[in-house]
């Protein structure tokens, strides 16, 4: 059977762990030769080493994904390592419980340079060696909490509807590019991110709040929409927003 990004280069951001690992195995077991990008070297080789493990393809660079020097990097290694760049996952992204009275000044600057500036410093810098796919696609990494509000993480919730709406521009942008641009929305997934609350009943009772499914999700049931999103099946989708959260934002 023919794998569903079969030869795609796919660099992955914050691939390290939770999430963006699970999406950079399941993009090379599908075929993808993977760049694996994150601050943290000793899990992106892991990573690395897990799909090689896999029998797949990846190489690992380490990359603070708010920097647009390493930006250069990342793409400068994936050009000479690969010849262009197919598929960009915008991954990376952190969290500060925090109300937005809480909310100091240091904090919310964090959260936006590395969760909005970083998509939108990928975005742009990806734009020359994805002139050379034929079929590019952007995946942009925002969370249910970027279409609706929470207590107590007033920042992360506002850079996550910033690259929400960035995705749109980007996808009316790049139209002259034949790149589309789409967003992902997870809900609750049981990462690294959420496991302290998790671990708790009324914290994970608080956090699952009203999740149809009422369980956390794993970060592999996002990973199934990304890798749509990375392959030709979603060749008509542009600029959309794709909620994966067990039905949280239904009711
Ligand atoms: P995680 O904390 O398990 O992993 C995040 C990875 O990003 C880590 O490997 C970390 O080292 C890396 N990272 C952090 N800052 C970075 C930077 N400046 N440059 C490069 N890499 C950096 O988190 P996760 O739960 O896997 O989250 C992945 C993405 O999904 C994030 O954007 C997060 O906001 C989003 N998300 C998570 C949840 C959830 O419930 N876990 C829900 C919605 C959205």
């Given at each position: 059977m023919t794998k569903r990004v079969e030869g795609k280069i796919a660099v992955v951001t914050g691939?390290?762990?939770g999430m963006g690992r699970a999406h950079a195995r399941l993009l090379a077991s599908e075929g993808a030769r993977v760049v694996v990008t994150d601050v943290d070297a000793a899990g992106g080789r892991e990573t690395v080493d897990l799909i090689e493990g896999e029998g797949g393809t990846a190489t690992f660079v380490e990359h603070d994904v708010s920097k647009a020097k390493d930006w250069e990097s990342v793409v400068g290694h994936a050009t000479e390592e690969?010849?262009?760049?197919?598929v960009l996952v915008n991954n990376a992204g952190i969290l500060a419980f925090t109300s937005l009275q809480d909310t100091e000044e240091e904090v919310w600057d964090r959260i936006f340079a590395v969760n909005a500036k970083g998509t939108y410093l990928g975005c742009k810098a990806v734009l020359p060696a994805m002139e050379r796919s034929t079929a590019p696609s952007i995946i942009n990494i925002s969370s249910m909490y970027g279409i609706i509000g929470a207590p107590n993480a007033a920042a992360y919730e506002a850079s996550k509807g910033a690259v929400r709406t960035l995705t749109k521009a980007a996808a009316v942008d790049f139209k002259e590019f034949g790149i589309r641009v789409n967003s992902v929305h997870p809900g609750v997934i049981a990462t690294a991110m959420t496991n302290d609350i998790l671990a708790d009943a009324e914290g994970t009772k608080a956090l699952l709040g009203?999740?149809?499914?009422d369980r956390a999700g794993q970060p592999e049931e996002v990973s199934a929409v990304v890798l749509f999103l990375a392959?030709?099946?979603?060749?008509?989708?542009?600029g959309s927003e794709v909620v994966v959260d067990g039905g949280y934002i239904a009711q």
């Open positions: 691939g390290a762990a690969y010849g262009r760049i197919d009203t999740t149809i499914l392959s030709d099946e979603s060749s008509f989708m542009n």
